[in-house]
């Protein structure tokens, strides 16, 4: 996985999420829900590492500005 940049947690309420799950469909509903909440950068490509399990992905989020949730 790639490193942290700074300026992602740069200020309160930037966050980095790094979701690890069974299958794609899982990864998938969690970074579409976290979307409905917060700002985030969207659904981003769900990688397989070889001899360990699950699948993961990598989001950025601001919790201090709103999703498409109302």
Known sequence: ME???EQHVSQPGLVV???TAAD???VYAVM???GEW???S???PVRREPG???VKARIYAGIR???TMM
């Open 3 to 5: 490193k942290i940049d």
């Open 17 to 19: 999420l790094d979701i």
């Open 24 to 26: 794609e469909v899982t």
């Open 32 to 34: 579409a829900g976290l």
């Open 38 to 40: 917060w700002a985030t």
């Open 42 to 44: 969207g659904v981003a």
């Open 52 to 54: 360990v399990p699950g």
């Open 65 to 67: 500005r709103p999703g």
